[in-house]
Each structure stands twice: as C-alpha cells, then as structure tokens.
C-alpha cells in the first residue's frame, strides 16, 4: 500500500475536507523533538547521547498534552532511534503506549557532524569546506534530499496502516520532518535551512482518507518555550540561531 498525496498549500495552515468518516480518517502526527542539552553548540546530527535539557522536556510535555486536550485517538507512538527523540517520545506515557523505534525517522547524515557550527557559523566558510558546496541541491554536504522524502514517506506509510482508523504519533527532527512536508505538499526538496517551518516541539499532522491524504496542519504547543531555549538551530520560528 502506498499514500497518495494530493498537493496542498502551507503546512503551517489546515487544508483539505475534515469532515471524514471516523471510520475513514488516519491521523498521522509527526513531532518535532524538545530542545537538546548542547552546551558547545555543535551540529549532533546522528551523534549519540543527546539528550533534552529541562525546557526539553517541558516542550515534550507540552505536546503531549496538547494531543490529549485535543482528544488525539493515538494508537501508535513511533521515534527516531536518537535520545533526544526517544526521550520526546516517552510523553507516550499519557496514553500507556510503549514506543517502536522506527530507523527511517532519524535525523538526516551531514558531513558537518560533531562541528560546533550552531556556536560559530562562520566556521563554515573555511576554504577546506568548498568542496562540500558544490550541489546545494542534492545536497553535496549531506544525505540527499530524495532519500530523505523516500525514507520519511515510507515510515508515514508504514504509520498509517497501523494506526489505520485511529492516529498516531511519530518523533523525528526538523530537516527530516520539513522535507516530508515540502514532498507531500509537492514542492522543491531543495530549501535553505532558514525557511524550515518547524520549531521545538511542534507538530505536523497529515490527515488521510483511505489511503489519500486529504489535509494537513501544523501547530507549535511550546511556543513560548521556544522564545526561551538556548540551543538553537535555524528556522522560521523563535527557534532561529541567535548564536
């Protein structure tokens, strides 16, 4: 079985009918992580034993609780393999679900991995790393944009036969999460990290009927705590870099 998606505007906006059929409507719920405990500012990436600072887990919370306040049916609650996210995920404790880990969510490779890039941007225009710019549409510096879609696409289908009729909850990261809506919403993959609408902590819900996706919408339920975190990350929201 494979999604059919039907092209829709913004992600930050509801689209499509939602006056579906219980019986007929799959939620598919895909979260952000909470801010990471990352004092030195580096681009973790894949790296492991990132963990979430305190207003992380606050933000986790919040999301959590926001699905609950909102009467989210969750069935399934999937994550990444990576701390910060599993760790967003335990808020599936709200709903007495145990967490699968799902490979596909995870963060996406870069070749600036284990750089302190978050906490001096300017590193990034050493010459020794021109050769890592030359296709900024593949990208050349990391796991190609199409893999990425590939990999997201599968895991949301995979999400939607199991939570068929009900919802679901996935955990992923933000590049990952913004290339799955820019291939759903039938957009360029290629984008510039600034315009990445997808803070700490928020959620981007894909709403089908069947097997056809039908609507989409976008919240951020720890906005406030986003204004507040330190470690910070590019984006269109209060989660942009201040370093």
Known sequence: ERVEARPHGRASRVCGPLYLSVMDRTIIHVMRHGEVDNPAGVLYGRLPGFGLTELGYQMAARGAAYLVDSGADIARVISSPLLRAQLTAATAAAYGLSIATDPRLIE?????????????????????????????????????????????????????????????????????????????????????????????????SFIFSGATLVGTSYVEPAADLVALAQDMTPGDSAADLRR
């Open 108 to 204: 996406s490779d870069n070749v600036f991995e284990g750089l302190a890039v978050n906490s001096n941007r300017a590193m990034l225009a050493n010459p020794k790393y021109y050769k890592y710019y030359c296709n900024p549409l593949r990208p050349s510096w990391g796991e190609p944009y199409r893999d990425v879609a590939s990999r997201m696409s599968a895991a949301l289908s995979a999400a939607l036969r199991e939570a068929r009729g009900r919802e679901a909850l996935l955990v992923s990261h933000q590049n990952p999460i913004v290339t799955l809506t820019r291939f759903i919403n039938g957009q360029p993959l290629a984008h510039s990290p600034r315009s990445r609408h997808c803070s700490l902590a928020s959620i981007t």
